[in-house]
């Protein structure tokens, strides 16, 4: 479904150089898989995800997705390959002039399908989402969970084949993450859609990936299948990430005993 081929994102600093986020990256992703990419902060995911719908246009190599190189699509073609990718973001990125109904509708509306059909598709995206109950709620009236799911509504409303996440739980508690994730799971399920999700939390993408690439310094350094019954991470950042972060110590006590030592 998804196939990168040699991709690499190159940024021009405000000194006049450039820094390369992501280095010629190839990744291949199955038709209804779920993909997690992790790795630390800096380490290119957000990036990298950005490079399959094309939100950042590639330095060099190809991003086929349905069998399409979107990289050489007319503007209109783009435009038109982009509705089969829906994509999420850590802060929603809701209206909060419109209701959640109205955020909803809008994706369609900017998509063109006609008004008519606007309504029937809000009501079945929110019902997949379990909102139907909140169709008239304004987003300052959600909570965090509540909005992703609109956000994740919203998405799914041009009937995309791909969702890509970019860290869709990090704004949440840990039972509203696993909830967000449940939903995820079941869109999988239900819909077949191929899901990517960018996190930098080992449970979050073990939780819910088939299938997960670790990212260091613009590079996949490792692709971990977790079909596999025992993941033995073999570089040092798959180790690390692993671990999470060690959340029973008490690091403030921590550093006064290093402070004392
Ligand atoms: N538009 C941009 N211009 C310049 N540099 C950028 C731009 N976007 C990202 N970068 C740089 O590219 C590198 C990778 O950024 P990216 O956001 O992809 O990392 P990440 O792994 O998603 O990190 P995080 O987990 O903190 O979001 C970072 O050093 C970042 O500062």
Redesign the pocket.
């Known amino acids: 479904m998804i196939q990168l081929d040699q991709v690499s994102k190159r ?3 405000p000194q006049g150089q450039t ?1 390369t ?2 280095e010629p990256t190839s990744l291949q992703i199955g038709a209804g898989e779920i993909h997690g990419i992790i ?10 995800l950005r490079l399959i719908n094309l939100l950042e246009v590639p330095s060099g190599g190809r991003v086929i997705v349905d069998g399409k190189d979107l990289t050489a699509l007319s503007k209109t073609d783009l435009r038109t390959a982009r509705r089969n990718i829906g994509m999420i973001f850590q802060h929603f990125n809701l209206l909060h002039n419109r209701t959640v109904a109205g955020n909803v509708a809008f994706a369609l509306e900017v998509a063109g399908t006609p008004r008519a059909q606007i309504a029937a598709r809000v009501k079945e995206c929110l019902d997949i989402v379990g909102l139907s109950d909140k169709t008239d709620s304004y987003p300052s009236r959600l909570s965090g969970g509540q909005k992703q799911r609109v956000a994740i509504a919203r998405a799914l409303a041009s009937h995309p084949q791909i969702l890509l996440c970019d ?1 869709p739980t990090s704004a949440l508690d840990p039972y509203t993450t696993r909830d967000i994730l449940e939903v995820l799971a079941d869109i999988n399920a239900r819909l077949g859609v191929t899901i990517v999700i ?1 996190s ?1 939390s080992m449970s979050v993408v073990r939780a819910i990936c088939d299938t997960i690439s670790v ?1 260091d310094a ?1 590079n996949i350094v490792e692709r971990i299948d977790l079909a596999d019954s025992v993941v033995t991470p073999v570089t040092e950042v798959a180790r690390k990430l692993l671990d999470d972060v060690p959340t029973n110590v008490n690091v403030r006590r921590l550093n006064a005993l290093r402070a004392a030592a």
Do not use: D, I, N, Q
């Open positions: 940024f021009a600093t820094f986020a992501v790795g630390f902060s800096g380490a290119g995911k957000s990036t990298l860290e960018v930098h990212m613009g």
